[in-house]
């Protein structure tokens, strides 16, 4: 059974740290990219961050660059994320998703990119 798992969301102050993690299974971890999108209340998915596990290549949307850091242990085929500074306008359930090809396109159009697997969410807050 395929399953991808987010943990590590939370309440956090302004300012503040998470880290996310997104545990991956049924599937050959290597020959997927894994991707962290989020949904905040009344807006759309977007994407935030990708990384390639075959490679470690990574990308990141505009609004989190040098904020946030994906890494990826691919002996435990897990996903990370690590946030700090965090701002209020991150709130949102952050999700992991396994498809094709990491690349800034699936994360500034990811309506147009069919993701392969989902996991179920974890839900950031931030207060300010």
């Known amino acids: 059974e395929v399953q991808l798992v987010e943990s590590g969301g939370g309440l956090v102050q302004a300012g503040g740290s998470l880290r996310l993690s997104c545990a991956a299974s049924g599937f050959t971890f290597d020959d997927y990219a894994i991707g962290w999108f989020r949904q905040a209340p009344g807006k759309e998915r977007e994407g935030v961050s990708c990384?390639?596990?075959?490679?470690?290549?990574?990308h990141y949307v505009d609004s989190v660059k040098g904020r946030f850091t994906i890494s990826s242990d691919n002996a435990k085929n897990t996903v990370y994320l690590q946030m700090n500074s965090l701002k209020p306008e991150d709130t949102a359930v952050y999700y992991c998703a396994a498809y094709e090809s990491c690349t800034v396109p699936s994360l500034t159009h990811p309506v147009y990119y069919g993701m392969d697997y989902w996991g179920k969410g974890t839900r950031v807050t931030v207060s300010s």
């Open positions: 990384i390639s596990s075959s490679d470690g290549s990574t």
